[in-house]
């Protein structure tokens, strides 16, 4: 069965910097491309980021996030990464990693929320 733990959000002042990680069991990590996703009160869920399989050499982002979000991975830790700078207001959000292309269920997710 696939789990998939989101950790590291928290109330960050604007400009400021978080790391999000999410420990993924039930499945074989390394072989899955994997994503990050992001729902802001009273809006969908949107997609932030996703990174392929294996050596996660493909990378590709949201607009909104573009040259201040980093996502990565640590295939030998089953643990994927958010590293998100210059946080603005509309970042705040729950954020939640999920497996590409599976429809598996969502976890519990880690809130971000950026405020002065």
């Known amino acids: 069965q696939v789990h998939l733990v989101e950790s590291g959000g928290g109330l960050v002042q604007p400009g400021g910097s978080l790391r999000l990680s999410c420990v993924a069991s039930?499945?074989?990590?390394?072989?899955?491309?994997m994503s990050w996703y992001r729902q802001a009160p009273g809006k969908e869920r949107e997609l932030v980021a996703s990174?392929?399989?294996?050596?996660?050499?493909?990378?590709n982002y949201a607009d909104s996030v573009k040259g201040r979000f980093t996502i990565s991975r640590d295939n030998a830790k089953n643990t994927l990464y958010l590293q998100m700078n210059s946080l603005t207001p509309e970042d705040t959000a729950v954020y939640y990693c999920?497996?590409?292309?599976?429809?598996?269920?969502w976890g519990q997710g880690t809130q971000v929320a950026v405020s002065s």
């Open positions: 999920r497996r590409s292309g599976f429809s598996d269920s």
């Open positions: 039930g499945f074989t990590f390394s072989i899955h491309g």
């Open positions: 990174i392929s399989g294996i050596g996660g050499g493909i990378r």
